[in-house]
């Protein structure tokens, strides 16, 4: 059996957190299970990198809980040397509440291909920690920048895959949304010229369009496609003022 222990980041709440333990705790012992509850989610996932014991670990946001046959899944991708990052597709049953279903669709898209990926979703990752440890610095486990410095192979697959249980409080609305999408922009915008950003803040409504279309790729209910518009409004608003206004404070991250 491969040596890995678990990280369970707090997002939706202790009272999810805890739900999780106690899921988890079924199959590991509890004394490879540990809890990061506090900092922003990407210094939470870092320091469980930075501090961790094991060969490998697994990162587990209390939003989701994993398939049935996820150690036997972690062990086979363990046994590839030449890979430092797996995940899985996420799978959001339709009896969840809209809120919760639009907060899947926008923030994670659904995708239940699998196979080699430039960037992996954070909810279920499984990572190689000496892999890890060189691809952090000052921002923490961030995917937009980890990924890409991260070196190895990084593959979705189905045997980690994950049932979402519970939403993100924050990025299910559209004021969280609007704060993330600030904080992206307002990170990428010195990198951008000025005929770009002048565009980002003028075609927000354009970005908001083409978010919505991105998300609503199946089909969902009116209320669920309405509530992926909104936030994909938020994140659009959101992005014109970080473009304008810089990335402001890190909160949306809590």
Known sequence: MSDFSVCVVQIAGPGATDRLVDWLAAELPRSHIEILRAGTVPARRAQAVRRGRSEA????EDTVRPAGGWRAAVDDALGDPALSAASGPLRCPASLPPRVQAWAAHEYRLDDGTGARAMLPGHLL?????????ALDEDGLREDTFFPRLHGGK????GLAAEIVAADPRGASIRGQARHGRGWAGRQRSGWPRRVRAARVLGWPALACLRTARSLDRPLDLPVRARVAGLACGWAVGEAAGT?????SEEHWR
């Open 126 to 134: 499984l990572l190689r920690r000496q892999a890890a440890l060189a």
């Open 244 to 248: 304008l206004l810089g990335p402001g």
């Open 57 to 60: 670990l697994l990162l587990v």
């Open 155 to 158: 593959r979705l697959v189905h």
